[in-house]
């Protein structure tokens, strides 16, 4: 019996995703019997993190520590905290940036992962360092390549990194095709080489000065957007068929976002099997008119995972979220914001699981272990130690 639970469990994970995929007409998920009486096995919801940073801080002498005060290495703390799962970011050539989340870099916090047994997500930014909505630019050797070349290029590197944790076992449970790529992503001055999904001005660029102006830096090519992703998706499959391809984009409150560009990522011959958004109440307060509260966006949050995941038949996940942690001057917040943030943690948790109809399969927060120095939403102490929104994992 043991044994026909576990086949009847992937082979409705391979249902799943052959139903998910957009380059199909939509395929009805099969029905499950609510008591639990059909054979399967329940899947586990995702509690993980990205701490892309932790080798680094390794590097530089940095401590991390349970709330005991014993000392622990970073991965095996987060397994401690209650998390089942890591998030990992790979860049294409960081050699400038100090050889952090190149392919040797993600394989040595894969093993860790995989030696506490805990799932693995790939995080492709198909850039030289950070990807996001302001900056999705080429990695220095693939500007110039022309279209058929730069598919090479996308197809070449996602593999190569899979296949590196092939060798030492590692099997990802999902792989992130772009991060963030609300703007899309490999943008080009030149039209035919670009995959924006709009046009990107001077002012939406990163650090943008005072005096940017709405000239078109990066044009609109959705067929060149549809084709990188599909490109990517592909690779993933030749490699770990079985993996669960994701395109993340940011905001995920902004419902109409979210339509817009799975509608557009459709119809120009895009593949995915699950949705994945970033969900940042601090930041998205200011980023839509009308917010108060950090509850009206996670409300919207959740209304718009259900929405999705009945629109295009997949499941969701939110793979970035993060709570204040630090004040002004970069010092730790006060014991109201830190309990703040655990009930909002916990309310995103716990409505991602129960209130979503089982399509949100989980949720990430974005580097807990950095410093109240160092970055605003992390959820550790400047000397190394959990804070109490860590607990909204237990």
Known sequence: MKHMKFLSFFLGIAFAI??????????????????????????????GADIGWVTEY??????????????????????ELGLNAIRIRVWVDPSKHGNWCNTADV??????????????????????????????????????????NLKSAIKDHTMSVLQALKEIGVIPKWVQVGNE?????????DVALSGASYNVTEKDLKDAP?????????????????????????????VFPDAIVIVHLDNGWDSGLFTWFFDELKKNGGKWDMIGMSLYPYWSRDAKEGYSSADAVITD????????????NCDVMVVETGMECADDNGKLASTSVLNEGKRQLARILKECKENTNSRCK??????????????RLGAFTEGGYPTVIMDAFK
Not at 127 to 144: I, M, R
Not at 362 to 375: K, L, M
């Open 181 to 189: 790529i609300r703007p899309g992503m490999l943008w080009d001055e």
């Open 362 to 375: 989980g949720v990430f927060y974005w580097e807990p272990e950095c410093r109240p120095s160092q970055y």
């Open 107 to 148: 394989v040595e916090k894969a093993k860790r992962a995989k030696e506490l047994g805990m799932d693995v997500m790939i995080d492709f930014h198909y850039s030289d360092w950070w990807a996001d909505p302001a900056q999705q630019n080429k990695p220095a050797l693939w500007v110039g390549k022309n279209l058929g």
């Open 18 to 47: 052959i139903a998910c995929s957009s380059n199909n007409e939509t395929i009805p998920a099969p029905e499950v019997d609510p008591d639990g009486d059909d054979g399967t096995t329940e899947v586990e919801f995702a509690k």
């Open 58 to 79: 390794e590097s530089k002498g940095y401590h991390f520590y349970n709330a005991k005060g014993e000392q622990r290495e970073c991965t095996a703390l987060m397994k």
């Open 301 to 312: 949050c959740i209304s718009n995972i259900k929405a999705l995941s009945d629109k295009y």
């Open 210 to 238: 005072a005096s940017a102006t709405d000239k078109v830096v990066y044009p609109m090519n959705w067929a060149n957007l549809g084709a990188f992703v599909t490109t990517g998706y592909d690779a993933v499959k030749s």
